[in-house]
């Protein structure tokens, strides 16, 4: 599976000056990133924003740093220096690339998944899957050790704790009885399949940890 790429922290939206008559052109666009209010120029928040579009291709896993360079690249606005742009944005923190085949430790050590919608439950229909949206729109759906994660992780120092502690959770109760072995990797892929969805839906954020 190809290395995907998503946006990590809070969109906080355009700063605009304290000066009459109003100027129309933000003084910058914020985002929440663990303990800092970053600053972007306004490309900078344009190349950031362009992670969360085409939600049908993250489904698919297909979005990566080289796709999200193409588009900006022939976007009706082009961007020519996209990627600059895009590395520039990796190195801080900002975009994050994974491998939800690979070894999913080292990025979810650093990083916490944190709920933004609300979990709207499962249905006659489809019983096995959790949706979660606004209101009685659902956005994504996701099996239940996802939703269970998307809900609770933010209570563990980092997401792959979240998982070990998911999976210690699942053995103690499947004790005596037949049930399928969880572990933190699995549980982590699990996550990772479907994180790309929740964060450009707007069901979840990804952070980072804060260093103390």
Known sequence: MSTVIVPAGLSMGPRYWYVRPPDPTPEC??????????????TEAAVWAAA?????????????????????????????????????LIARGLLVEFDPDGDLQPVFSRHKLLPLAQGLGTTPEEPDLHRIGIGDKAAVA?????????????????????????????????????????????VARDIAINLPMMVVTGCAFFDPVVQT
């Open 142 to 186: 996701v099996p239940i050790q996802v939703y269970t994660q998307w809900s609770y992780a933010f209570l563990h120092a980092n997401l792959w704790d979240a998982c070990a502690f998911y999976a210690d959770q699942s053995e103690e109760e499947a004790a005596g009885e037949k049930l399928l072995e969880l572990t933190a990797a699995g």
């Open 52 to 88: 969360f579009l085409y939600p049908d291709q993250h489904a698919k896993l297909t979005v990566t740093r080289d796709s999200l360079v193409r588009m900006l690249e022939t976007a009706p606005k082009p961007e020519p220096h996209a990627a600059r742009y895009v590395d520039d």
């Open 29 to 42: 666009y914020e985002v929440h990133l663990g303990d800092d209010l970053v600053e972007l120029t306004e």
